[in-house]
């Protein structure tokens, strides 16, 4: 049977059909174990046709990367119009629905981060900028001074929020709620230590 030609797209519509199949197959493969054959096989085009859309693999990988991080970004994106508190609860929220609806994908992309990838190491560390300045947008708006120890500690506990997202037992229906909980807690003890700074006991 002859293959399926694939339908006839703008340039802009094939582009985002691309990243769409790889994004949607980091949820089966690593970034280094994703095909740009077998993506350009689900599209319905040969391999050469995809190097015409991108320069060489790097950079569609990067156009993946770059996909799955705003794509997150926009998930954790807190409504300005609601109150501090409401906002960061909107925030890890966001956070944790977008990880337990994407989790292989996330983890993907940390993992790459962690290894020092090419196509995500500086578009992962773009993103988490990004949140950690959105913390410390909340942390402001709550009252606190900006501070580099405001800085220090947003980025610790994003740190903390992708360890705990990317190991807690999601499987039962209340874990994201528990894991929400969890990291709301925190938040709160870690940020609220920036004022009240406690040491072990004796």
């Known amino acids: 049977m002859p293959e399926k030609r694939a339908a006839r797209l703008r340039p802009d519509e094939r582009r985002a059909q691309l990243v769409a199949i790889g994004v949607d197959m980091l949820a089966d493969c690593?970034?280094?174990?994703?095909?740009t054959d077998a993506v350009a096989r689900r599209a319905g085009i040969s391999r050469g046709l995809l190097?015409?859309?991108f320069a060489s693999k790097r950079d569609f990988y990067r156009s993946v990367v770059?996909?799955?991080?705003?794509?997150?970004a926009a998930a954790t994106e807190p409504d300005a119009a609601l109150d501090p508190v409401r906002r960061t609860r909107a925030f890890i929220a966001g956070f944790v629905a977008y990880v337990a609806g994407r989790r292989r994908i996330y983890l993907a992309l940390v993992r790459g981060a962690a290894g020092?990838?090419?196509?995500?190491?500086?578009?992962?560390?773009?993103?988490?900028?990004?949140?950690?300045?959105?913390?410390?947008?909340?942390?402001?708006a709550l009252g606190m001074p900006p501070s580099p120890r405001l800085t220090l500690a947003a980025r610790a506990w994003l740190a903390f929020a992708e360890e705990a997202v990317t190991s807690?037992?999601?499987?039962?229906p209340e874990a994201p709620d528990e894991l929400a909980a969890f990291l709301e807690s925190?938040?709160?003890?870690l940020l609220g230590a920036l004022d009240r700074p406690?040491?072990?006991?004796?």
């Open 66 to 72: 770059r996909q799955v991080c705003d794509d997150f």
């Open 186 to 189: 925190g938040f709160v003890r």
């Open 168 to 172: 807690w037992p999601l499987e039962e």
């Open 116 to 140: 020092g990838h090419p196509a995500v190491e500086d578009i992962v560390e773009t993103t988490r900028a990004t949140l950690a300045r959105r913390i410390e947008e909340g942390q402001r």
């Open 51 to 53: 190097f015409h859309y």
């Open 30 to 35: 690593t970034l280094d174990e994703l095909s």
């Open 198 to 202: 406690a040491a072990l006991p004796d």
